[in-house]
């Protein structure tokens, strides 16, 4: 049976939950164990996520009500081994999309009719599509600076928005406190660990799409959500022995907001400057020490961007036919920054994650 396992005191909570987190504290992980992964077990009728939902914890098909056809993207030969997955060529323009498809599954399994989340824009578009999807409100805080044009968008998919005159950080605990008080539930990609059953879809696309995994993946990193699903599903073909040795995994943070920068066993506390790479900044990254435990087998290193690159790597990309926002283009910068100074070994992929005209003013 599937449940909720606390990363803290290891108590346990159904799926059916509304509270968010243990009464310990803790963060709840997910305790799934899925079949051994085999492409004959993927459902090749289905042009969405859901073609893999043999490998999530799904009990019932309301999924097929819920799917904007999220997924499936194309994985392009960029030059130099660099390969980009387009995962801007999504329902709401981001990588989001494949979280929220499968937290909201589980919203409507359990009969929420509210939720509230807080995103920088991408995550809040996302759970507002699909809510209105599902026929489910929801309130997203986001905070002040967030691109007009994804709060638009979350307004036009029937979603209210609540503005927080702060940080990003700042903006998650106004969110958290009002889930508490209310008794809200709270969907979030960050708390909630069905998100990541969603954003692991990533590397099996890329499996079925390539036949193998690429040497290196150069993964955004704010809280995470990209990289733990990476980590699952690259972990899960490794034991399947479908691929005979497990990708590094570079997690690039900006040069302004990087608290798993030189980090032990907790992230650093560090005040956030003004980075344009706003999807990832995070100060405060709330499953920080899970990710830095080093459950992933496979070897990860952290690389800056020069804040400096990001408007001519964006550049670059929308001259070559990829227009992209400040954060994906971020990443990319921080790919060519490490590869001035580094040997990379193989072939490379860089999620483009997020579609430029969001974040155009």
Same mark, same amino acid.
């Given at each position: 049976?599937?449940?909720? $396992? ?33 492409? @004959? ?26 799917? +904007? ?9 960029? $030059? ?10 999504? %329902? ?26 807080? @995103?920088?824009?991408? !995550? ?14 929801? *309130? ?38 009002? !889930?508490? *008080? ?31 995994? %690429? ?18 599903? +690259? ?27 030189? &980090? ?11 980075? !344009?790479?706003?999807?990832? !900044? ?9 990710? +830095?435990?080093? *459950? ?48 990379? +070994?193989?072939?490379?992929?860089? @999620?483009?994650?997020? &579609? ?6």
């Amino acid at each position: 049976m599937t449940e909720f $396992k606390c990363s803290m005191c290891g108590g346990r909570a159904p799926l059916e939950t509304r509270t968010f987190r243990c009464g310990c504290g803790g963060l709840y992980k997910l305790d799934f164990t899925p079949p051994e992964f085999s492409l @004959s077990l993927i459902d090749k009728s289905q042009f969405n996520i859901f073609r893999y939902r043999a490998f999530m914890p799904l009990h019932n098909d309301l999924w097929s009500g819920i799917t +904007l056809g999220e997924g499936l993207t194309d994985t392009v030969a960029y $030059k130099d081994g660099l390969y980009f997955k387009l995962d801007y060529a999504m %329902p709401t323009l981001s990588f989001k999309d494949r979280g929220a498809a499968v937290l909201v599954w589980l919203c409507k399994t359990i009969g929420v009719d509210k939720v509230v989340q807080d @995103s920088s824009g991408n !995550a809040g578009n996302s759970v507002a599509a699909y809510c209105a999807r599902a026929g489910i409100k929801c *309130e997203i805080f986001v905070p002040k600076g967030t691109s007009p044009k994804k709060i638009k968008m979350i307004e036009y998919h029937g979603g209210k928005v609540t503005v927080v005159d702060g940080s990003r950080d700042d903006t998650a605990d106004v969110c958290r406190k009002k !889930a508490s *008080e209310e008794g809200l539930y709270y969907a979030s990609h960050v708390y909630n660990p069905v998100f990541y059953q969603g954003t692991k879809t990533y590397v099996y696309e890329l499996f079925e799409q390539m036949g193998r995994v %690429p040497d290196n993946f150069f993964i955004p990193v704010g809280n995470g959500t990209l990289l733990l699903g990476c980590q699952t599903a +690259l972990t899960e073909l490794f034991e399947a022995g479908l691929i005979n040795k497990l990708p590094k995994l570079f997690i690039v943070q900006s040069e302004k907001c990087a608290p798993f920068y030189m &980090a032990d066993k907790e992230p650093r506390k560090i005040t956030p400057g003004h980075t !344009a790479a706003e999807g990832i !900044a995070i100060g405060r990254p709330m499953r920080g020490v899970e990710i +830095l435990a080093g *459950e992933y087998s496979g070897m990860r290193e952290v690389v800056l961007i020069p804040e400096s690159g990001i408007l001519p790597a964006r550049r670059e990309l929308a001259e070559n036919g990829f227009f992209t926002e400040h954060t994906t283009a971020a990443v990319y910068a921080g790919y060519k920054e490490y590869a001035k100074n580094n040997d990379i +070994l193989g072939d490379s992929v860089i @999620s483009l994650c997020g &579609a430029g005209l969001k974040s155009e003013k």
